[in-house]
């Protein structure tokens, strides 16, 4: 048995010292980044945040409107190709090739479901290999498999949490590591199982071995709010993917529920008289993790007897359009960017200093 002693951190665990800048103004901040690849030929341009792959953000309402801000949506693998063949005749498919990115994991159906898709629009520039456990044998040797039958695809893979494996993967044949185990929202895998790796730090060390060989990394899962996805940026991750942020909105996937509450205030008759309290609905979104047992029951038949489920399931305010949400987000980003003087979010690492904290905001009114 072995222990790490070194210091790992969480988002909550630091702060952006803010810097001298000559930035007058955060319209001034480019979001947009361009990217080449170690393996795939193809260069790619725009902003580097992705919906993640879980059916309730992995949508094709979701890809809609991030196609406009140029974000990437990665697809859930649960849509039959028909619903591909609707969605892709009613949008702009150079627009989809950039930003629409399917997503699969190891099994042989996986492999059979993305021939056919790719098959129906081979133009699809990016694809997502995603397994909750990036770090057996196994997996490398299918990313080297995928690698050879796409040469020209920008693929993702992972989700893995240290250098060694970002490395392997990378030279197995990926481009892009998504790096993350058990920092998700909906995600009980540290719960279940006692396994993980504070995100901020995964981020920071799978970054500085992933940029050593012309790779990138994904950081994924655990951002709660603009500030840590600036942080994910801050700490070398070249594109952040989100979930619970992304949820409860008009776009995102997951059965809407209506209750009626108690207020504390009174309705009264035309005379002022008491008649009883008043009541309002509060509108809900359901949103849950990928291995919850919902997810389970909805795609696979329930849990296996050899599983135990390693995501929740929660209850998310309905949020409205999630237009307002990207805007916030990308305006805390361009915010950040000014308060350290980064120009361009691939600027922000080298105009990073994070300060250890005690506490991260003040939490008066909550
Ligand atoms: P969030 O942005 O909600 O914090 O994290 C989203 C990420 O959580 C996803 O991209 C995926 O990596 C991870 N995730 C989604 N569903 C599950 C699940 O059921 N279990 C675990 N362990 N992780 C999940």
């Given at each position: ?49 992705m ?38 005749a ?44 990036g ?18 695809i ?43 790796m ?19 990394v ?12 600036a ?49 309002e ?48 987000l ?16 691939k ?20």
């Amino acid at each position: 048995m072995l222990i790490e002693e070194g210091l790992r951190i969480d988002f909550s665990d630091v702060l952006f010292k803010p810097m001298r800048s000559t930035l007058r103004s955060r319209s001034e901040v480019q979001l947009i980044r361009k990217m080449k690849f170690r393996h795939s030929p193809a260069t790619w341009e725009g902003v580097p945040i992705m919906a993640a792959n879980m059916d309730t953000t992995g949508t094709f309402a979701i890809a809609r409107k991030f196609m406009q801000y140029r974000m990437i949506t990665t697809i859930h693998k649960h849509y039959t190709l028909d619903d591909w063949k609707a969605f892709l005749a009613d949008i702009d498919t150079a627009q989809a090739a950039e930003y629409v990115v399917p997503s699969m994991g190891t099994s042989d159906q996986d492999i059979q479901r993305i021939r056919e898709l790719f098959a129906l629009f081979p133009r699809f520039k990016f694809l997502c290999i995603d397994v909750a456990n990036g770090y057996s044998e196994f997996f490398s040797g299918f990313v080297r498999r995928i690698r050879q039958e796409f040469p020209e695809i920008i693929l993702i893979a992972g989700n893995v949490v240290s250098g060694d494996m970002t490395q392997e993967l990378i030279l197995s044949g990926a481009d892009i590591v998504k790096v993350g185990i058990g920092p998700g929202s909906a995600c009980t895998t540290r719960i279940q199982t006692g396994v993980g790796m504070s995100q901020l730090s995964a981020i920071i060390d799978c970054a500085n071995v992933a940029h050593g060989l012309d790779g990138q990394v994904i950081g994924d899962g655990g951002c709660t709010c603009p500030g840590d996805v600036a942080k994910a940026f801050g700490g070398g991750a070249d594109f952040v993917m989100i979930g619970g942020m992304f949820a409860g909105h008009d776009e995102s996937g997951g059965e809407m529920i209506e209750e009626v509450h108690q207020t504390s205030q009174m309705e009264t008759d035309d005379n002022g008289t008491v008649i009883g309290p008043m009541y309002e609905t509060r509108r809900y979104k359901m949103f849950y993790g990928m291995s919850s047992k919902k997810a389970n029951e909805k795609y696979a038949g329930g849990l296996k007897d050899y599983r135990s489920s390693e995501g929740r399931e929660v209850k998310i305010p309905y949020r409205g359009p999630i237009e307002a949400t990207i805007i916030d987000l990308t305006g805390g980003l361009r915010s950040a960017c000014t308060y350290v003087g980064a120009r361009t979010i691939k600027d922000l690492p080298k105009c990073t200093t994070f300060v250890r904290v005690t506490t991260q905001y003040n939490t008066m009114y909550e």
